[in-house]
Structures are given as C-alpha cells and as structure tokens.
C-alpha cells in the first residue's frame, strides 16, 4: 500500500478510482478501538470481527455502525 493516499471518511485511504475503501469483515473491533477510541463497541469483545458486530447490530457496514451508536 502507498505512503501517499488521499484520505476521505473518517482518514480511511480511497482506491484509485476514488472510491472509500472499506473495512474488512474480519477487522477486529480491538483494532478498530485503537481508531474510534476505547469507547467503541462497548461490551463487545476484543476479539469480535466486524462483521459479527455488525451482523449482531443490524447494521450494514462500519459508517452505519457509527450513525447508530454515537454517544
């Protein structure tokens, strides 16, 4: 991956069409919490994928996530 990417929602790198890349499924929200801060996803495990909370939520994909659950 590249030094130099153009960032957009939320310091995520966009593709080279210009797209948002998005987050993998099997993202830990452990790694997520060192992005969103300790608050996120609280009561889940460390060691969850992403793709399980957001199975377990309801939600389409991290950017609903977030929507959904601001404090």
Request: proline fraction near 1%.
């Amino acid at each position: 991956m590249s030094d130099h990417c153009k960032t957009g929602l939320d310091d995520r790198c966009r593709d080279a069409d210009g797209e948002i890349r998005r987050k993998r499924g099997d993202t830990l929200v452990g790694t997520l919490r060192d992005d969103y801060g300790p608050n996120f996803a609280q009561g889940a495990r460390s060691d969850m994928r992403l793709d399980t909370l957001l199975n377990r939520t309801g939600s389409a994909s991290l950017s609903e996530y977030l929507k959904n659950h601001k404090k």
